[in-house]
Nanobody
């Protein structure tokens, strides 16, 4: 499975962005999906996950109420709607596909396929 993330950019604090991640080369609807982010000099952190059928989602406490994960299996795409952005949200955002979904913060090692990342920069 190949994943292509897009939608990042520069936005002022309080603004919004929607990230997209489109899959190819596999059966997208079979995979549980997630978004992670990594700021310079820091580890890759979990942001949100969604089950293969979109019946379940889980969002990290740091972004709960501001970020929403969703997917459209007819378009092989997972989304991350980011509202009320803060400077601390600045990072490279990665989408990932894997076999597992749990109602908890997921770990990067639990995902097999990764997109190339898209930069999100929030100015104060």
């Amino acid at each position: 499975v190949q994943l292509q993330a897009s939608g990042g950019g520069l936005v002022q604090a309080g603004g919004s962005l929607r990230l997209s991640c489109t899959a190819s080369g596999g059966t997208f609807s079979m995979y549980n999906m997630a978004w992670f982010r990594q700021a310079p000099g820091k580890e890759r952190d979990f942001v949100a996950a969604i089950s293969w059928g979109a019946t379940s989602t889980y969002t990290a406490e740091s972004v709960k109420g501001r970020f929403t994960i969703s997917r459209d299996n007819t378009k092989n795409t997972v989304y991350l709607q980011m509202n009320s952005l803060k400077p601390e949200d600045t990072a490279v955002y990665y989408c990932a596909a894997g076999s597992y979904y749990r109602d908890r913060n997921m770990q990067p090692k639990e995902y097999r396929y990764w997109g190339q990342g898209t930069q999100v920069t929030v100015s104060s």
